[in-house]
């Protein structure tokens, strides 16, 4: 669990934000999100698999716009 002690002469506002920001490079809340139902190992592999599908399209409609404007 991120914890931040105050700093001399630092507001409660920045505080706040640099606890906040430690939230979220610790990654709890996202692991909350996630397990907030049981989802299985296969599940979790068939999800993965359209993460990745879905991530080369996009590289490869990335690239060939930019082959376009080259031109």
Excluded: C
């Excluded at 002690?5 to 906040?20: C, H, M, T, V, Y």
């Amino acid at each position: 669990m991120p914890a931040v002690k105050r700093r001399s002469g630092e507001s409660p506002e920045q505080l706040i934000r640099r606890f906040k920001k430690e939230v979220m490079k610790s990654k709890v809340l996202s692991d909350v999100r996630r397990k907030r139902w049981f989802i299985s190992k296969s599940e979790l592999r068939r999800i993965e698999k359209k993460k990745a599908i879905r991530r080369a399209k996009r590289r490869t409609r990335h690239h060939q716009t930019n082959r376009r404007r080259r031109r």
